[in-house]
């Protein structure tokens, strides 16, 4: 179905029309005054300069026209040629009903057959997680239901970190360790440090920095004894990191690495080489991607390090013919720290000189800030180590543990609770900005939290569970202010998954499903749907209690996030 605003646009457009004014020109938009009405349509101003005519007169015959609409409650010509809207409470619970039961719940579905290619994820074999991490998973899954959710076909890869110079530190340490062997017995404690050592050891000893590059190269180039052991640690890291995005309900497509792109780097290379695009520098293969107006220098991107290794450009360059032939995506969206950027940058310049996309507008950076302590700079452990992701979400858990009701789901529930003040504590945030992760008011019960919006689920499910057995029917009427309020606000829904989807910002769904649970918070306290005598107004009140319910989880799938029964 249309969303609000496109069925009202139908309408103006249509009349914009019938009065010998382009059909375009009958935009509907939310008034910037709600106190004088709820839509307005601004096209008499345009209109006045194609046609040259003054927008008062254009206005005045277009709001004619729409008059004889009895959608409409009131039209009227405000200003010097503002169309100020009103629509009738019929319309309105029409339009309600119309989204309960559309099998999207009034979120439009794209016309265009389009497959959205999401790499999201991005986690580091060898490494833990840390909680920088978060935020590419949260995001990620969020842009890609949304997507969805607007009719897309989406696949999400995981784009695991498994063939850099990192898994080649991990095995010269083990081999230090005298640990590397084909069966290798590593304690979870120890697989933990295995990382940090070998990073301050390359950063002091340059032998120990030479032999994690040879060792690098060996296991790239398919040496036995290393891809035995490149296997092995594989096997440990995945583990740990599909439970971490268990948890956080990162769902992934495909379970794709840098590792599977390798297998195309011969590729890349002949395509490379077929335009002559490879360059020497200092024993390094490099392609020069700068542009004459650039306004800050592009640096060339490496294809090939001095010792003939891959590097993170390479195998990015790599992955996109990978997909090309596996999906042949429309767009390829990257949910990467926005200090990725020009690594992106020089990577789609590449793959458009090389011919591996015909545009390069289908491959999109979308960045995204850090998430800062209390200080403002980036979160640290309490000892001033990197924060590892898992400990982050301990921590935020036993907070909300500790404050949970007693019941039997207790633990279920606050581990729910925990990732939803995660996520929807990031995504309230515009991505691309930084954020600071504040844990009382991330678990706080009121504000723009997800505790909130949880919490606004449960007690309708209470209501119900009073109510007993009822059988609801679109009402007829709206009784009240803060109904009214509501109803509105739920009847956006569409527009704002739209824009959602547009500007790739989950945090546009996420502030809409504080403003439902604001307003229904309003009504709720107003209006005292159990204890009502009069059977319509009852009915009308529980029929929207169950459609905000309906309609607030339609947000919380978008944004990734699972409801609790009660809290
Ligand atoms: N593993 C990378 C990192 O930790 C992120 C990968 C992002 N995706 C990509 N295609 N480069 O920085």
Redesign the pocket.
């Known amino acids: 179905m249309n969303s609000l605003l496109m069925e009202l646009s139908k309408k103006a457009c249509a009349a914009f029309q019938k009065c010998g004014y382009q059909y375009e020109l009958g935009l509907v938009r939310t008034s910037d005054r709600p106190d004088l009405c709820a839509f307005q349509c601004n096209g008499a101003f345009p209109a006045a300069k194609m046609y040259r005519k003054a927008p008062s007169v254009i206005a005045g015959e277009v709001a004619k026209i729409l008059k004889n609409d009895s959608d409409f409650e009131s039209v009227s010509v405000k200003g010097a040629g503002f169309i100020n809207l009103d629509v009738t409470d019929e319309f309105l619970l029409r339009f309600l009903n119309d989204m309960v039961e559309d099998e999207h719940t009034g979120v439009p579905q794209t016309e265009k057959e389009e497959t959205i290619f999401i790499?999201y994820g991005?986690?580091?074999a060898a490494k833990p997680l840390h909680v920088g991490h978060v935020r590419s998973a949260v995001i990620g899954e969020s842009l890609k239901r949304i997507a969805k959710a607007t009719g897309r076909k989406t696949i999400g890869d995981v784009?695991l970190?498994d063939w850099g110079l990192q898994m080649g530190m991990v095995m010269k340490e083990l081999e230090d360790r005298g640990k590397l062997s084909e069966k290798m017995e590593i304690s979870p404690e120890e697989w933990d440090t295995l990382y940090s050592q070998a990073n301050a050891k390359k950063k002091l000893d340059p032998e120990f920095d030479k032999a994690a590059h040879e060792i690098t190269y060996k296991f790239q180039t398919g040496d036995v004894k290393y891809l035995s052991a490149w296997k092995q640690i594989m096997d440990v890291s995945l583990k740990g990191i599909r439970e971490m995005y268990d948890i956080l309900g990162a769902e992934f497509d495909l379970w794709h690495g840098e590792s599977d792109a390798a297998k195309y780097v011969p590729e890349l290379m002949d395509a490379l080489d077929k335009r002559n695009l490879l360059v020497d520098s200092m024993g390094a293969k490099v392609v020069d991607v700068s542009r004459e107006d650039d306004a800050a220098p592009v640096p060339p991107v490496i294809i090939k390090k001095m010792d003939g290794s891959d590097i993170?450009a390479t195998t990015?360059l790599a992955?996109i013919i990978e997909r090309e032939k596996l999906c042949k995506p429309d767009e390829i969206w990257?949910v990467?720290d926005n200090r990725?950027a020009l690594h992106f940058k020089q990577v789609f310049r590449c793959a458009k000189m090389a011919g591996l996309v015909e545009d390069e507008s289908k491959l999109m950076h979308l960045g995204f800030g850090t998430i800062n302590g209390e200080d403002g700079k980036p979160l640290k452990s309490r000892d001033g180590n990197v924060l590892k992701l898992s400990d982050f979400y301990e921590g935020v858990y036993a907070s909300v543990l500790a404050r949970a009701a007693e019941g039997k789901d207790r633990e279920a529930n606050a581990r729910k609770i925990a990732v939803a003040a995660i996520k929807f504590g990031d995504l309230i945030n515009f991505r691309a900005k930084d954020y600071s992760f504040d844990l009382e008011k991330f678990t706080s019960y009121e504000g723009k939290t997800g505790s909130f919006i949880l919490y606004t689920i449960s007690r309708i499910n209470s209501v119900f569970k009073k109510a007993g057995e009822v059988e609801l029917h679109a009402p007829s009427e709206i009784y009240t202010d803060s109904e009214y309020n509501l109803i509105h606000i739920l009847l956006s829904t569409g527009d704002k998954f739209l824009s959602a989807y547009e500007d790739k910002a989950p945090n546009v769904i996420a502030e809409n499903a504080f403003e439902i649970a604001s307003a229904f918070s309003s009504f709720y306290a107003e209006n005292k749907a159990l204890a009502e005598t009069d059977e319509n107004k009852k009915n009308a009140w529980l029929y929207l209690m169950s459609a905000t319910k309906k309609i607030l989880l339609k947000h919380l799938d978008a944004l990734g996030i699972e409801a609790v029964e009660r809290m």
């Open positions: 790499d991005g986690p580091n784009h970190g993170y990015d992955a990257y990467v990725q």
